[in-house]
């Protein structure tokens, strides 16, 4: 596993193969192709995320895409979209935004996704 510790500011893209934990401040967009993605309870992201599993902890500003699932943890604090098949929102988790579970939609972003990594 990556970890993004809690003192680093990154503004960007970050593509990783590998799960990946961020502690820190991101600003940008993060994708992570195979594995899992989790957003820990300090981190703070404003940041378009995309990955087979997201779990959130923390706060996240921006579109989280999953292929497979996105959880949502009690502390979790999410301002934007989710789009997955499968979307856990654990009681006292706050969610402001929209939410697609559409098949179509969810193929057509899996598809760009795919698309993308070759």
Do not use: N, W
Request: with cysteine.
């Amino acid at each position: 596993m990556v970890t993004i510790g809690s003192q680093l500011i990154i503004s960007g893209e970050i593509d990783c193969e590998h799960d990946l934990e961020v502690e820190g401040k991101v600003e940008g967009r993060i994708t992570v192709r195979g594995a899992t993605l989790t957003i820990a309870e300090v981190a703070d992201v404003d940041a378009d995320l995309r990955a087979p599993h997201i779990i959130v902890l923390g706060r996240v500003r921006g579109a989280i895409s999953a292929s497979d699932r996105i959880e949502l943890a009690a502390s979790a604090v999410v301002e934007g979209s989710l789009s997955s098949g499968k979307i856990s929102i654990a009681e006292g988790a706050h969610f402001s935004g929209s939410l697609d579970m559409g098949r179509k939609t969810i193929a057509a972003k899996v598809a760009e996704y795919r698309a993308k990594t070759f």
